[in-house]
C-alpha cells in the first residue's frame, strides 16, 4: 500500500467556518420541548453513527451546499467536539486503494456517513462529500484515546452522471453501497477498489435515500424518499427480489437498531393535493427487517432548535435524531 503525507491547504472560507463553529462545544442545556431534550453544539447534524464499543456518535454538520464539519459526541456527557476540518490530523493519501482520487479535499459538505470497522480502536470512515466535488471522501478514524481523531486517506469519485450521492454503505470484501438521490429517477451504485463502480441491477427507483445492508451483503435496505417506505432489496439474488414497507412519511435515513431492527427516519413536509396529512418535523419507525412489520416510534412538530429530522439512532434507552434546515441540535426522544 502506497501512502503519502500531505498537509492541507485550508481555503480562507473554511477556516472562517471553523472559527465560527468553535474549536470546541461544551454540553450545553437546550430547554426541553415536554419529553423532548437537546444535545446542542452542532449545526444541522444530517447524518449520524455511533461508532460501536465506544461512547462516540459521529455527526456530519453543515454551514452551506459546499462547507460543513464533521463532530464527535460523547453520549455520556452530551460534550461535542469538531473533529473535521478542525482538529483532524495531516491527510496520507492512500494512492494504492485510492488511485483515482485527485488528492485531499479540506471543505466539502459532509452528508452520508458509514463505517467499516477495524481492529484496535482503527476504524474507515466513509463521509459523502458535496461542493468543489461530488465524492466519498475516506478517513482513518481513532478512538484509541481520549478524542477521536480522523486523518484523510483518499476519496472515491461519483459515478459520472448520478445527481447526488446520498447515503452510504459498508459492504463485504471492501465494496461500497451508495444512493444516488434522484425524485425523476434514482439507483444504487457499487464500488470495489479493484473493479470501480457499477449499478445494482433493479435498484431503479424514484428518490432512494438512506442506505444499510445486511452483514452478509445479501440486503439492502433503502430509504424510499419518493415512496414512503422502506424498501427491501436482494443483493446478488437471481431472480431479484424488492419489498416495500408503506411508513407513511418521506423516508431520508436508514439505521440498525440495537434489538436488529431498522431505525427508519423522515419527515412529513408537504400533503399531497386532496389529501389528509399531519405535518411532522420528524417522524421514526422500527421495521423488522424480515416481516417488514412497522411501529411507529416519534411523531415531532418541531421547535426553534430542530426544524427537519434526518436520521435516528438508538442510544440506549433514547432514541437521537438528527436534522438539517436550521437544527441547531440533535433532538432526544425517550423510548
Known sequence: MSRTKLSYSLLPVAIALS????DVATAQTC???????????????????????????????????????????????????????????????????????????????PHGLTLREGPDGRHTLYVVGHGAREAIEVFDLDVRRDIPSLTWVGCIMAPEGTRRINSITALPDGTLGATNFDT????????????????????????????????????????????????????GQTPIRIDKAPVGFNVDNVRWGNDGDLVVAGHVTRCPDASDCELSAARVAKVNPETLQVQQVVDYKGNEFFTLGTVAIEVGDEIWVGGIRGS???????Q
Open 19 to 22: 472559527l465560527c463553529a468553535g
Open 31 to 109: 430547554n426541553p420541548n415536554g419529553d423532548v431534550s437537546f444535545v446542542c453544539g452542532t449545526t444541522n447534524p444530517e447524518d449520524l453513527y455511533q461508532v460501536p464499543d465506544t461512547p462516540w456518535v459521529i455527526a456530519s454538520g453543515r454551514f452551506s451546499d459546499v462547507a460543513g464539519p464533521i463532530y464527535a459526541v460523547n453520549v455520556r456527557d452530551d460534550s461535542v467536539r469538531e473533529i473535521f476540518p478542525q482538529g483532524a490530523s495531516s491527510p496520507i493519501h492512500d494512492t494504492t486503494t485510492y488511485r483515482d482520487c485527485p488528492g485531499p479535499n479540506a471543505t466539502f459538505q
Open 184 to 235: 425523476e429517477g434514482g439507483e444504487l451504485w457499487e464500488w470495489h477498489p479493484a473493479t470501480g463502480w457499477t449499478e445494482v441491477p433493479g435498484s431503479q427507483m424514484p428518490g432512494p435515500n438512506g442506505l444499510v445492508s445486511a452483514a452478509d451483503g445479501q440486503w439492502f435496505y433503502i430509504g424510499g424518499w419518493s415512496d414512503e417506505a422502506l424498501v427491501r432489496l436482494s443483493r
Open 328 to 334: 441547531l441540535g440533535i433532538a432526544r426522544f425517550p
